[in-house]
């Protein structure tokens, strides 16, 4: 972007650079190797607020397309919004075109295969299938270790770790699981006073407006295994808005396929969060600092050089953007 904004300063501030001030300014950045000080040091201080005063006239506020963080508008910020959209559009368009050209033939294929019937079936969405919309297919073992309990706790580390927290020994716990020493040889207590045990609590998604299917909010607890040290689901409590009391509590000692649907629904309420912690984490902390640095802070300035810095660049590996 930086490249973009500097374009158009020249542009947008010819007639202030044509004054004596900024050639002075241009002179002294000429003869300097380090062309960046801050506002104290600043060479020529009425060349630089000339500069900024263009910027924010340039960069104004105007809606957020998410409705978290002010979205940028105006002269420059559409041409930097242009220029940057050149760089970022075509890739997604493009994997658009092979999703639209692969999609009918991946429906095709499981239909050959006799359909979706058992969760096996599944895994034919993507054998052989999408060779250029998602060449490297789905994250390594998701095809073939669907229903190992470290894939899925791998998950939530992969996902949203910051959900995830340490249960101190000073906490309540939420709910008892009376199976823990038989799953890890330790009671829900002793794993809570070694610091064994983690809680991920995704219940506030029992409020949200349902729809006509069932929807629940997660409570889970996570813990390191005593003997392997591996990271793992103990126990998963799907909770439904006005049935709380109802809420049963899902192990791996279940069913196979009762613990499975016990770890889609806390996946799916996964799923969700991320979505929206992309928006609020990522986007709205990172661009709301941004635009207000750009409308307060020369480009010369240092802090500009390490905000710029950050540039979006393609990367497929990161998947579609709700953006
Ligand atoms: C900038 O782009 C937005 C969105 O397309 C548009 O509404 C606005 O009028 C543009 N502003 C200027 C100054 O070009
Ligand atoms: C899948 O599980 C097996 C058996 O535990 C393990 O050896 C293998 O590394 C796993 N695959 C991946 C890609 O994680
Ligand atoms: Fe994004």
Not at 24 to 44: G, H, K, V, W
Not at 114 to 131: A, F, M, S
């Amino acid at each position: 972007m930086i490249k973009s904004v500097l374009a158009s300063f020249l542009l947008a501030t010819s007639a202030v650079r044509a004054s004596p001030a900024l050639t002075e300014r241009s002179l002294d950045t000429a003869s300097n190797n380090d062309p960046f000080a801050i506002t104290q040091s600043a060479r020529n201080p009425r060349a630089r607020a000339a500069e900024i005063e263009v910027k924010r006239k340039g960069w104004q506020y105007s809606e957020y397309p998410m409705g978290v963080a002010y979205y940028p508008t105006g002269t420059l910020a559409n041409k930097t919004i242009a220029k940057d959209g050149e760089s970022w559009l075509p890739p997604i368009l493009e994997i658009q075109g092979h999703i639209d050209e692969e999609g009918p033939k991946a429906l095709e294929n499981i239909k050959a295969k006799g359909g979706l019937n058992k969760l096996e079936d599944y895994v034919n969405l993507y054998d052989g299938q999408w060779e250029h919309a998602f060449p490297d297919g789905p994250f390594p073992g998701m095809l073939t270790n669907f229903t190992d309990d470290r894939l899925f706790s791998m998950m939530r580390l992969s996902a949203s770790p910051y959900r995830i927290k340490r249960v101190k020994p000073s906490d309540n716990l939420l709910f008892d699981v009376k199976e823990a020493k038989s799953i890890t040889g330790l009671t829900l207590q002793q794993l809570k006073q070694q610091g064994r045990l983690f809680l991920e609590d995704f219940t506030e998604m029992k409020e949200l407006d349902p729809t006509d299917k069932f929807g629940a909010g997660c409570q889970s607890y996570f813990y390191i295994h005593p003997k392997s040290g591996d990271f793992l689901p103990l126990a998963i409590r799907p909770v439904v808005k006005n049935r709380e009391n109802a809420a049963l509590v899902y192990t791996p000692k279940d069913e196979p396929t009762d613990w499975m649907l016990a770890k889609l629904i806390m996946n799916q309420n996964d799923g969700w969060h991320a979505t929206w912690a992309h928006i609020t984490q990522s986007h709205s902390a990172a661009e709301a600092p941004y635009l207000a640095a750009i409308r307060t802070l020369s480009e010369d300035h240092p802090v500009m050089k390490i905000i710029h810095r950050g540039k979006f660049l393609p990367d497929r590996s990161s998947g579609a953007s709700p953006r």
